[in-house]
């Protein structure tokens, strides 16, 4: 078990790499911290400097998991070193999950965007389907209200499942500058939607309308995604539910740069389907609580 040594406090951590994530998440056990512990920035810095002593320097996801409640809080480390606490991330929650071992089914409250996730393990012990608690035709799935909006001359959707999402139909996109436009459809959408432009939310996403189905590529924190965010799965199959979005009903599994995704909607709930994590490593991390009034 690496450490970092020193003389601050320390806490272990196990470090959880969901497949088809971007990166692997570092879960923290809250119940072992005292409360209100790693809930700033001048706290979770140092701890993320701290694993450049480890295998995992560029790690950028971090997630404090209560296995007495079941509640899990998300941080977001973003390049500029700052922290957006405003964001979700299903891999992390399925991170936890992994890391917590429990068998049989896990409800998981998600206490940064208020979701409830039914993490249930498929017939292969390894892989689990998420649901999430949560008609995809209930209100606030579509902030503006609308099933689309114009932004920069473009239409899109602007859905809200599991994070805030934009999604654009790829035909409307300018040939040979996707990811400028990408990024500057997402900085008007947070302007929007209320969210700073250096925030990691709203994501986006272009959907390709094909004959064999969806073909999807995503934006993350720092660039291209491998494949699709697991919340993104759930909003794109959450706005193809909805009537009138630029996303057709998701009947198929769903292309990506590296592989496929599969969702499914239901009236009460969307499942994204076959996930997968695994143990990396256990580590002993500094932190220090913040000062109180």
């Not at 209100?139 to 859905?159: I, M, N």
């Amino acid at each position: 078990m690496p450490t970092t040594g020193g003389s601050a406090p320390a806490t272990g951590a196990t470090v959880v790499r969901a497949l088809d994530a971007p990166g692997p998440t570092l879960v923290l056990w809250s119940d072992r911290l005292p409360p209100g512990a790693l809930a700033l920035g001048a706290e979770l810095a140092p701890l993320r400097r701290a694993l450049a002593a480890t295998p995992y320097p560029r790690l950028n996801k971090i997630a404090l998991f209560d296995p007495r409640t079941l509640h899990y809080r998300f941080v977001q480390a973003l390049p500029d070193g700052s922290f957006d606490f405003r964001a979700g991330c299903g891999h992390s929650l399925l991170a936890c999950v992994v890391a917590d071992g429990r068998p049989g089914p896990v409800t998981v409250r998600s206490v940064t965007t208020g979701d409830t996730v039914l993490c249930e393990p498929d017939r292969d012990a390894d892989a689990y389907t998420l649901s999430f608690l949560r008609a995809p035709t209930a209100p606030g799935t579509l902030p503006t209200g609308r099933p689309v909006d114009v932004l920069l001359g473009v239409p899109v959707s602007l859905v809200r499942y599991g994070n805030p999402y934009v999604f654009v139909d790829a035909r409307r996109l300018d040939p040979g500058a996707t990811e400028r436009q990408l990024l500057a459809l997402r900085a008007e959408a947070a302007r929007r939607l209320g969210h700073p432009p250096s925030s990691a939310l709203p994501k986006i996403a272009a959907v390709s309308v094909e004959d064999h189905g969806l073909s999807v590529r995503a934006l993350t924190v720092g660039g291209w995604h491998p494949r699709l965010a697991l919340t993104g799965a759930a909003a794109l199959a959450a706005a193809g539910a909805i009537d009138g979005t630029v996303v057709p009903a998701v009947e198929a599994p769903v292309r990506t740069p590296t592989g496929t995704v599969t969702v499914s909607a239901a009236a009460d709930r969307v499942r994204v389907h076959h996930k997968r994590a695994e143990v990396l490593e256990s580590l002993e991390l500094p932190w220090r609580i913040h000062a109180t009034a």
